[in-house]
C-alpha cells in the first residue's frame, strides 16, 4: 500500500494495521489504531546493529532472522492465534523493509493476505509533518478564553457533545493547563502530532473550531507554527465567573492536590521565582493547615489573574460570557451560547 496523503488513513480496509518496530520505537510515535508487534525488541535490534558494524552484514542478517523468527512464532501462537482465513492486517516498520517484509512473508504463507506500508512510518511522519508545518490551518479559528478555575476545559468539552466543532489540545497533549494539571507524563512531541494531524484531516472547513486559549506550549508540547498563527489571528470568546466559583470549580478539579500535602508543597514551590519568599511562606502555611479555599483564592488572585490580565492587553475586544456560577447547568448554558456564536446567531456581551 502506498500513503500519498493523510486522508487515507480512514479508507484503509485492513482488519488490523501492526507496527512491527521495537516497543521503544512504537511507544514514541506511530499510525493510529495500530498494535504493536515487533520482530525484533529493542535489545535485539540494538544487538544486531552492533553484528553488523562489528562483525559483518552476512552474520547480522543470519541473527536477525532467527529471531525475527522466533518472534513471529510468539505472536502466531499469541496474539494472532484466534484470527480467521479471512483475516486482512496491514504491516509496516521504519522504512518499509526488512522488518515488515520478513512479517509479511511468513504471514502470507499462514494463507492471509497481507499488505506492507510502502516506505513505512518514514512515509507517514513525512505526511504529517508536511500537514502541521507546510499546509495552513484548515478550518477559521475562534479561541475559547478566561481566567483559571472557569472551566474552560469542560465547557469545550461540552460544545463538541452538543454538536459543536472544537480541537481538545489540552487533551492531546495530556496536560491541564497549570501548573496544577501537570502530574500525568506527556507524550512525546511527534505523538502529539499524531493525534493532532489526524484530528485536523477531520475538521469541517467551512466551520469555525473553538480551541482553548494557550500559549505556543501546552506544558513540554510546542504548538506547530501554523496553529499557533492561526490562534494568535483568532476571535476570543471569554468565559467569565466571579471568583468564589472558580474556586470552587478548582477545588473539585484539582481535589488530589488536597489529599497530597507533599505534591501540592512541590506545586508551590514550583512557584518561587515567580513570588517573594514571604508569599510562598504564605502558601505553604495555608496548605499544611488545609486552608484549601483559602489558598485557592489566593492563588487566583495573586499569581493566575494579573498574568491573565497582562495577557488580556493584546486583545482588548472579545466577546464575553458572563455566568453566575460554574454547576454542571451554567456550563450547559455557556456551551449553547458557544455554539449559537460559532454559527453566528448568538448576541454576548462585548468588551
Known amino acids: 500500500m502506498k500513503l500519498t496523503s493523510l486522508c487515507q488513513l480512514a479508507q484503509i480496509s485492513a482488519d488490523t494495521i501492526i507496527d512491527a518496530r521495537a516497543p521503544s520505537e512504537f511507544a514514541l510515535d506511530h499510525l493510529p489504531g495500530a498494535i504493536n508487534l515487533p520482530v525484533l525488541n529493542d535489545r535485539e535490534r540494538a544487538e544486531i546493529g552492533t553484528i553488523y558494524k562489528q562483525q559483518s552484514p552476512f552474520m547480522a542478517r543470519k541473527q536477525g532472522a532467527a529471531l525475527v523468527a522466533a518472534n513471529v512464532a510468539r505472536h502466531l501462537q499469541g496474539p494472532l492465534s484466534d484470527k480467521e482465513g479471512a483475516w486482512q492486517p496491514l504491516v509496516y516498520c521504519w522504512r518499509g523493509g526488512q522488518r515488515s517484509g520478513s512479517f509479511a512473508t511468513i504471514l502470507r504463507q499462514v494463507g492471509w493476505r497481507v499488505e506492507v506500508l510502502e516506505g513505512g512510518y518514514k512515509t507517514y511522519r513525512r505526511l504529517v509533518q508536511a500537514q502541521l508545518y507546510d499546509m495552513p490551518f484548515p478550518a477559521p479559528a475562534v479561541l475559547l478564553d478566561g481566567g483559571t478555575g472557569s472551566a474552560k476545559t469542560e465547557i469545550l468539552t461540552r460544545v463538541a457533545a452538543?454538536?459543536?466543532?472544537?480541537?481538545?489540545?489540552?487533551?492531546?497533549?495530556?496536560?491541564?493547563?497549570?501548573?496544577?494539571?501537570?502530574?500525568?507524563?506527556?507524550?512525546?512531541?511527534?505523538?502529539?502530532?499524531?493525534?493532532?494531524?489526524?484530528?485536523?484531516?477531520?475538521?469541517?472547513?467551512?466551520?469555525?473550531?473553538?480551541?482553548?486559549?494557550?500559549?505556543?506550549?501546552?506544558?513540554?508540547?510546542r504548538l506547530p507554527p501554523?496553529?499557533?498563527?492561526?490562534?494568535?489571528?483568532?476571535?476570543?470568546?471569554?468565559?467569565?465567573?466571579?471568583?468564589a466559583a472558580r474556586v470552587e470549580y478548582s477545588l473539585r478539579n484539582y481535589n488530589a492536590f488536597c489529599d497530597d500535602p507533599a505534591l501540592l508543597a512541590e506545586v508551590i514551590e514550583g512557584l518561587r521565582p515567580y513570588h517573594p519568599a514571604a508569599s510562598i511562606a504564605h502558601w505553604l502555611g495555608m496548605a499544611g493547615q488545609g486552608d484549601f479555599a483559602l489558598l485557592a483564592e489566593s492563588l487566583i488572585l495573586q499569581h493566575y489573574d494579573p498574568r491573565y490580565a497582562r495577557q488580556q492587553k493584546a486583545h482588548s475586544r472579545r466577546k464575553v460570557i458572563n455566568l453566575d456560577d460554574l454547576s454542571d447547568l451554567a456550563q450547559e448554558q455557556a456551551a449553547h451560547a458557544l455554539n449559537e456564536l460559532l454559527q453566528g446567531r448568538g448576541t454576548v456581551g462585548t468588551e
Open 226 to 243: 501554523t496553529l499557533w498563527a492561526a490562534m494568535c489571528a483568532a476571535p476570543r470568546i471569554e468565559i467569565d465567573a466571579p471568583v
Open 162 to 221: 452538543q454538536g459543536g466543532q472544537v480541537l481538545d489540545l489540552e487533551a492531546m497533549a495530556e496536560h491541564r493547563g497549570s501548573l496544577f494539571g501537570g502530574g500525568v507524563r506527556q507524550p512525546s512531541q511527534k505523538m502529539f502530532e499524531t493525534r493532532l494531524a489526524a484530528a485536523l484531516i477531520k475538521l469541517d472547513p467551512s466551520r469555525p473550531v473553538l480551541i482553548e486559549a494557550e500559549s505556543n506550549r501546552v506544558g513540554e508540547i
